[in-house]
């Protein structure tokens, strides 16, 4: 119907994925969950919570290249001909040009975003690469934190970010690590960025799972996205980061490989039986 790295989700698993959507959008929406985490962090930012957007999946040439797209990995995109428009491989790539050519104040920032959308990707240069199951599909559904922020909160934005993405995965209770990702590996917008790899029992290690990332006034100048500050009263260029908050395949792998039960049955991580009504997926 629609040839290799294309799936479909049935029954339990949609539940499933929608209370794992659920999940995130009550936690990230909240100021105390926020907070929490500040608090854990020693940060010293503001507890403003993230506001949940769904984005258009198809965006003009020049939004993809100011977010950075183009000038890397543009292989990876799909393009409408007739049209000319690009099919998002995350909903990165559509919040960040919702302020384009605007001048914010400092009291607006930091602005939180919480996207929702399916993204695509032709994973091109993977052929014979993870090629069974849902791991890496040329179609799947995400959640991603971004934010626009001042450069001096920057890095500890990212923080935030990263803790936030810890704790959710703490919350389903699945083992996992976190990597520091050398200046070599990093994208074309990126300054500094952390992955997070959750255990897959299957192929016994750890997968990428998350990642966020900090790129400075990379975007916002391409996009022309400034603040006025206070102290020298001229605009000046907000800093932007992003995070996966879930990307719901690979985090519904880990989820059904560590519940596994000898019986064939999957049990629900305790957080989020609440949200699908059941305790149990079985055989």
């Known amino acids: 119907m629609s040839g290799n790295r294309f799936s479909y989700f049935k029954n339990e698993l949609v539940i499933l994925q929608f209370a794992i959507i659920q999940l ?3 936690k990230l929406t909240n100021t105390q969950f926020i907070q929490k985490i500040i608090n854990k962090k ?3 930012l503001q507890t403003k919570s993230f506001v ?3 984005t258009p999946h198809l965006i003009k040439e020049e939004s993809m290249r100011a977010m950075g797209y183009m000038d890397r990995g543009s292989e990876e995109i799909y393009r409408t001909a007739q049209d000319n428009l690009f099919l998002i491989g995350t909903s990165e790539q559509s919040i960040g040009p919702f302020h384009q050519g605007e001048i914010l104040t400092e009291e607006q920032l930091p602005k939180r975003y919480l996207g929702f959308s399916p993204c695509y990707r032709r994973e091109a240069g993977s052929y014979g690469k993870d090629v069974q199951g849902i791991l890496r599909l040329h179609q799947f559904d995400k959640l991603e934190m971004f934010s626009f922020c001042l450069p001096a909160q920057a890095k500890e934005e990212h923080q935030l970010i990263l803790g936030i993405e810890e704790a959710l995965v703490q919350l389903l209770a699945i083992p996992y690590h976190v990597l520091n990702i050398c200046t070599g590996d990093l994208g074309t917008p990126a300054a500094s960025k952390y992955d997070i790899e959750c255990w897959m029992p299957s192929q ?3 997968r ?3 990642s ?3 790129c400075t006034d990379w975007q916002s100048r391409r ?3 400034r603040y006025r500050n206070q102290q020298t009263n001229n605009n000046e260029f907000v800093y932007t980061l992003n995070g996966t908050a879930f990307a719901l395949g690979r985090i519904m792998i880990a989820i059904m490989e560590n519940y596994q039960q000898r019986d064939g049955s999957i ?3 305790k957080v989020l039986q609440s949200y699908t009504g059941f305790k149990r997926i079985k055989k």
Do not use: G
């Open 24 to 26: 995130v959008l009550n």
């Open 267 to 269: 049990k629900i991580p």
């Open 42 to 44: 020693r940060l010293a």
């Open 223 to 225: 996009l022309n996205i």
């Open 208 to 210: 990428e799972t998350h």
């Open 52 to 54: 949940p957007m769904i």
């Open 204 to 206: 016994n290690k750890y």
């Open 212 to 214: 966020c990332s900090n």
